[in-house]
């Protein structure tokens, strides 16, 4: 990572403010007896802080190295790169709905205020975001999304948790954020943006469409829009190629041959953009043709017609009754050496538990009744107004907000790329591009050989996350000092 005082210079570059900085002096000792002002701001905030319908839960200082700790079923531990306050806090959402979130303030603050977002159905605080956006002098919040955990048993007959997670919790975070960095810092923020992927991406992207002034800026990644759709075409997935039992299920694709399969996509597509590199720049360019795995040239590779027939709907779109599409294919080249969840044999957690305890409110439902009636049953509920399929950005174009947004070309874990070209056409056919710029206030980067929101063999280091991750922190190559600027 680069050090402390490499990124703030950097950062000075693009500074038009002065930063306000609370601590002078690094912190060498710490002891009860040897509080720094900062700390001493920080641990008033415990008595003074007042909130409507929220709960202070802890307040504490937490000096350059500190760690803080996983919480409950979440996984995720950090490292603080920079010192901070952290306040813990919890606020009733309705009645029977809350959130408990997180506000890190750090000592070196820029006037910037940034909200972090979540992944799958969760559930848990990403502090890895939240050490990254302080490191980079944002005041800086996350939340548990109105839940804690992974799991999607918590909806079940629990609208308002829903609720939280299908919009609120983030537009109650931005609200009581606010307020807590401007009790903190003694003035309000400049601007606030926000930053997530995955299912953070389609939280950006809903608080653009519901509550289009809460950000200035918002930085949505591989966004898991038209919610609904995505859950069928997953589920619908588990289907094609079933349990990985040959007797019931002869379509159903072992892991072992994905390797070869992978295989066989590079042959028929990496040289369409004119070079071999593992990469296929464009899927759409690549009519993978599944037969000729099944013609017998090479005894490892012998594909029996259920499971040809089973990779012929793989990748192809996911059409309706009258032909339309409900889904993009999966993009040939992101399947992996070995298959991803989506190829397991069953339906993938998130999308089963999503129907289960949502849609059909029924634990032991049988997925292998599952079909087109229930992607309708999901339209006409559409829980919590999940979907996040409607190109009407013009309030937040109007408030000023600028939206940028990626996707990897080889993502395997649930959302196919050519989803995010379906929203930006979307967006640009409801806001007419003759009349509107769209690229002045909304672009979406399409990222070659990148998997879900990191990781592959493309260029997946731009600065969408944590700290450490050799991202260089200026806007030429940092995603969110590029929404700064
Ligand atoms: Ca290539």
């Known amino acids: 990572m680069p050090q402390p005082s490499a990124l703030v210079e950097d950062w000075q570059l693009v500074e038009l403010q002065t930063p306000r900085k609370l601590l002078t002096t690094g912190l060498s000792i710490w002891t009860p007896t040897n509080l720094s002002p900062a700390a001493v701001a920080c641990l008033a905030l415990k008595t003074t802080l007042q909130l409507e319908n929220t709960t202070i839960i802890d307040v504490s200082y937490l000096p350059t190295g500190s760690k803080v700790d996983a919480h409950g079923p979440c996984a995720e531990s950090a490292d603080v790169h920079t010192a901070l306050c952290r306040v813990q806090f919890f606020t009733n959402t309705t009645d029977t709905s809350s959130m408990r979130a ?4 750090p000592d070196e603050w820029y006037g910037r205020f940034l909200v972090t977002g979540n992944g799958g159905l969760g559930g848990c605080i990403d502090y890895g975001s939240l050490d990254y956006g302080t490191s980079l002098h944002f005041a800086t919040v996350g939340s548990n999304n109105g839940h804690d955990g992974t799991n999607g048993d918590v909806f079940l007959n629990h609208p308002e948790v829903i609720n939280d997670f299908a919009a609120r919790a983030i537009h109650v975070e931005a609200v009581i954020g606010k307020q807590i960095t401007e009790a903190y ?9 926000y930053s997530g992927c995955s299912t953070g991406g389609r939280q950006g992207t809903q608080a653009a469409l519901k509550y289009p002034t809460d950000f ?5 990644g591989a966004p898991a829009t038209d919610f609904n759709h995505l859950v069928h075409w997953s589920a619908m997935l588990g289907r094609a190629i079933g349990a990985p039992d040959p007797a019931s299920s002869p379509g159903f694709i072992p892991p072992q041959l994905w390797k ?24 759409d360019t690549c009519n993978f043709d599944p037969e000729a795995l099944a013609d017998g040239r090479r005894l490892d590779s012998c594909l029996l017609p259920p499971q040809i027939a089973a990779l012929h709907k793989i990748y192809s779109p996911l ?7 409900i889904y993009p294919r999966f993009d040939p080249g992101a399947e992996g050496d070995s298959g991803c969840d989506l190829f397991s044999g069953r339906i993938v957690s998130r999308a089963e538990d999503w129907i289960k305890y949502t849609i059909v409110n029924n634990t032991d439902f049988d997925f292998s009744e599952y079909g087109l009636e229930h992607l309708e049953l999901m339209d006409s509920i559409n829980p919590g107004g999940i979907a996040t399929f409607d190109g009407d950005l013009s309030t937040f174009r109007d408030h000023g907000g600028k939206f940028l947004t990626y996707h990897g070309r080889a993502d395997p874990e649930i959302i196919a790329s050519g989803n995010s070209k379906r929203v ?17 206030f909304y672009r ?42």
């Open 102 to 105: 997180e506000a890190w303030l």
């Open 185 to 193: 810092y003694g003035r309000a923020h400049n601007r606030a943006y």
């Open 216 to 220: 200035d800026g918002i930085v949505a």
């Open 260 to 283: 070869v399969i992978a295989e066989e996509i590079m042959r028929q597509c990496d040289g369409i953009d004119g070079v071999l590199d593992g990469i296929i720049m464009e899927p």
């Open 319 to 325: 059409y309706g009754k009258r032909g339309d599409v």
């Open 424 to 440: 930006y056409d979307l967006i640009v056919q409801t806001l007419d591009s003759f009349t509107t710029n769209v690229d002045a």
């Open 444 to 485: 979406s980067f399409l990222i070659p050989g990148m998997g879900h929101c990191a990781r592959g063999p493309g260029a997946p280091r731009f600065g969408q996350f944590w700290p450490g991750s050799n991202a260089m922190n200026e806007s030429s190559h940092n995603i969110l000092v590029a929404l700064v600027d």
